[in-house]
């Protein structure tokens, strides 16, 4: 077991090292963040649409896409100088290197969603008060089930030739159902019901994590192997 | 195919592009899984369990070196892939061992392509690996960058580590050679002890025209 978590935490913290210093995907997915809620913003015809109808909607489009252009950086790195040799040489289990990805995946989406938020309340303009909690636990929930199912598409899709367009086609579809319960949890929340009124949308979004997180650590072995 | 290696041999595998070299370096190190057959080292089934690859050690055509990451945090987290002790520490003689020590703290994309094949070959040998895989180690190198790799592989030739070196350039790896198997179309052509460069130059003419 040890052995196991020093080999994920020395993944982890490698791609976040590589990540720092380059910051390349991070400046892309929350500049592209930025964009996506610019453009939401203003291409949004107020007569016919209010501002409270559309923003969960376009809170968990722009993290999701955000999300993709992320992920799919996650392995695409390790293609440069065939660094996944070097990983799949060494005596750490592919679970254990899932694990590492998986960790590194969670900071980058998070720190995505952190970005986005404010910027998210600025351009929209909504009231948080009373509905920050609720949507930082259906963002924490839905986070942790989109990461895991990226992660393993993206290692999927590394090798493959259009590895970047690959990676959200096949990825989008499994995301639909937690996109579609975060965004049924938040417009509730920003229409100021109670956050019990949320709890259904919550446990779905935990079954969708418990299910497709252990999914990927089973599968991902597998999908490593030539 | 079969092929006997001791501790302190160097094995030069020779054959034209397209032989299978790299392939069967890719199945020895295990990072291809055989159509039929099994790979064993020391008498271990590859693939049945993780540790037995903490005895191989591969340098492929690629680096397998972060480019944004400096040499020195290359083999650290090579040190700490591999559980070894002091990675900053080891990552620094590592790269002493393969006269990188000044450069240690620069980013491999900076680096010249003789000094990160010799960056390579320390994170190869970063884990004291007992079987050593070289796919095409002197390849592209001047005649400096080449000379220090090959005195670093006899210098573990030394201390007993079995050397597999694939190279389609006979010349250049001759000297360092024990045996010299030539490889056609996924087959031994020949196999045995080093013997007279001339006459092999010539059978491998023979080999690669048929």
């Known amino acids: ?226 | 195919m079969s092929l006997d290696a001791h501790a302190g041999e160097c094995h030069l595998i020779v054959g034209p592009n397209g032989a299978g070299k790299s392939t069967l370096l890719r199945l020895l190190a295990g990072l291809a899984r055989p159509t039929a057959g099994v790979v064993m080292i020391e008498g271990v089934p590859l693939g049945s369990d993780p540790d037995i690859r903490r005895h191989i050690g591969l340098l492929s055509h690629q680096s397998h070196l972060y480019g944004d990451l400096t040499a020195v945090e290359n083999l650290a987290f090579t040190a700490r892939l591999y559980g070894l002790p002091d990675p900053d520490l080891l990552a620094r003689a590592g790269l002493d061992s393969v006269g990188l020590a000044g450069r240690g703290d620069e980013p491999v994309r900076r680096l010249s392509r003789g000094m990160v094949q010799r960056a390579a070959v320390a994170r190869a040998l970063l884990h004291r690996p007992r079987l050593l895989l070289l796919d095409e180690p002197l390849t592209g190198l001047d005649l400096d960058a080449g000379d220090r790799i090959a005195a670093v592989l006899r210098r573990e030739l030394r201390q007993g580590v079995t050397v597999l070196m694939a190279s389609h350039d006979v010349q250049e790896s001759w000297d360092l050679a024990s045996h010299v198997h030539l490889l056609s179309r996924g087959a031994w052509a020949s196999s045995g002890p080093r013997g007279d460069l001339n006459a092999f130059l010539t059978r491998y003419q023979e080999v690669v025209r048929g």
Not at chain 1, 156 to 166: G, I, S
């Open chain 1, 1 to 226: 077991m040890a052995d196991f978590l020093r080999g994920a935490i020395a993944v982890a913290a490698k791609d976040i090292r590589v990540e720092q210093r380059s910051k390349t995907a991070l400046v892309s997915a929350i500049a592209f963040a930025a964009l996506v809620l610019v453009i939401f913003n203003f291409a949004r015809d107020a007569a016919v649409t209010s501002r409270e109808a559309l923003a969960p909607s376009v809170l968990w489009i722009t993290v999701t896409f955000s999300g993709v252009i992320g992920l799919n950086r996650s392995f695409a790195l390790e293609r440069e100088n065939a660094a996944l040799d070097g990983l799949l040489l060494a005596p750490v289990s592919r679970s254990a290197l899932f694990l590492g990805k998986y960790l590194a995946n969670l900071v980058f989406v998070f720190t995505i969603e952190a970005v986005a938020l404010p910027l998210f309340v600025l351009f929209f303009a909504v009231d948080l008060h009373g509905a920050l909690g609720g949507i930082v636990a259906a963002a924490v929930l839905a986070t942790i089930g989109f990461v895991a199912i990226g992660t393993v598409f993206a290692a999927m899709t590394v090798r493959t030739r259009f590895a970047e367009l690959m990676m959200p086609l096949l990825v989008l579809p499994f995301l639909i159902p937690p996109v579609m319960w975060a965004v049924q949890a938040t417009s509730r929340l920003l229409a100021g019901r109670p956050m019990g009124e949320i709890g259904g949308w919550l446990l779905l979004l935990a079954s969708y994590d418990l299910v497709f997180v252990a999914a990927s650590l089973m599968l991902f072995p597998a999908l490593m192997d030539e």
